[in-house]
């Protein structure tokens, strides 16, 4: 495969109500601070994607509505609906088809601006299900009880994660949600949906984020290291929860052996030196890792209270918070993505030494219907 | 004059709300299961021909091996929890007061779980893998609240 690189990010602060910026306004900002981080004027870039959603947005068709705010006048500018890290697949996708040279990926949403149980219980069917009055926060209750009684996994286990990724937040300047708290508070925190407490949850979020891709001879010329995109894969599995076994993440399994295989990874678990995965809520944490083949099946939870996934532990995990620390949806995947380039350039708020292999992975749909997963390496 | 500060702005708000109504025809397939809840008050699945899997609720197309479905099988009306949630917290979805219990329930003889409220059962008292019954409205109207929400067995 061609070689395609990141070669800037840039990042809005995440806020739990952005008032003085509309959504344009934040993306602006966003595509404005990843041109300033790899030295590129806009006219050079060479197209243009979002990563929206119409009903977070309160409008139709809204991608046409931030292109201003991207410079996309006169170019080929395109949308994807869901997570941020499928619209970088897009994104590549058109650079390997020789057509550009490099592409604008942006991601965006207000959650202040509307009510997020609504807009999610709308992603259930309308016939079968969605009168029912599930919601993105119950259905994943629901994936996180089965996840419990088929590994054994306690509250205790998914507060740790909560603990640990709003402790990294504390030096992000950017999250909205740093916070130094315990196992205890995440457990005296509001019971939302059995076994979810309030601080099991990701915060309703404001935020957008940008990545540049360029192909290599661009990247070559551009002023930040390049982290080049050396394995990605996305998978996706059945629509109903019913149909699943929602204790389990196949999808992810099949996304993540194929994302190693791209990437000449044998050995996960040894090879990656960092990883950024979707922790809308404590628990997936520990799912996806175990998906993603960096723990076996129920054991994240020992590698979690023995400290491997801290900063300095053995597999940094969600160095920067975490979406629990503060949760743009669609944007989402594009912050992790960016962390991770932070990390592989030595220049992260929470530096894993020597980090030159980052696996992160971006989610599509309720309790984890669709996975996507990025290896990308410093070299 | 104007203050060319944007610091001391006071952003202004738009209270608005999307109303558009939607008329979501329930398709043959969908019809055939309501209508068999509200009329007889009984639960029927589709069967793949391919993997022989019985999906409930009921569709044309299989999941997993993209067979078409055609056959249909009886359900029920007797099923198990395979796993379900408290809601607590009163969230803006549920039409409803809180507590409500959602849950995935398998009904005898499916290989699927359907997504329904269980009632009639103290909250605390729910588990996974209790046998629930259905508990069909008075008022049947040929959609998905025609049952009530499953109670214990």
Redesign the interface.
Known sequence: MEKVAIVGVGMTKIEANKVSERFEDMVFEATRKALDDCGMDIKDVGNVITASNDFWDGRTISCMAVGDAQGVREKNASCTEGDGTFGAFYGMTRILSGAYPSTLVTGHSKGSESVSSLITNAVFDPIYERSLGVDMVTGCAMQARAYMEATGATAEDFARVSVKNHKNAMNNPLAQLPMDISVQDVLDSEMIADPLHKLDCSPVSDGACALILADEATAKKLAKKPVWLKGVSFCSDAYFLGDRDLAKSPSLEKAAQKAYAMAGISDPGKDIDVAQVYDAFSYQELMWLEGLGLADYGKAKDHLAAGDFDVSGALPVNTAGGLLSGHPVIAAGLYLMAEAVRQLRGEADNQVEGARTAVVQGVNGVAGQSHCVWVLSSE | MIDQD?NN?E?L?YE?K?GVP?Y?W??DT?TRF?EAIRDKGELWGTRCPECGKV???PRKSC??CFGQQTSWEKVGPGGTV????????K??????DVP?V?????LDGAD??????IGGVDPDKVS?GMRVKPRFAEERKG???DIECFIPD
């Open positions: 944007l702005v952003p708000v608005s999307i939607y979501w329930a398709g969908a309501l999906f409930v609720p999941p997993r395979v796993t379900y949630t408290v809601a607590r917290k969230r803006e979805a549920i039409p409803e409500v959602f849950a995935l329930i398998r699927t779980a359907m997504l329904h409220k996974t959609h998905i609240r």
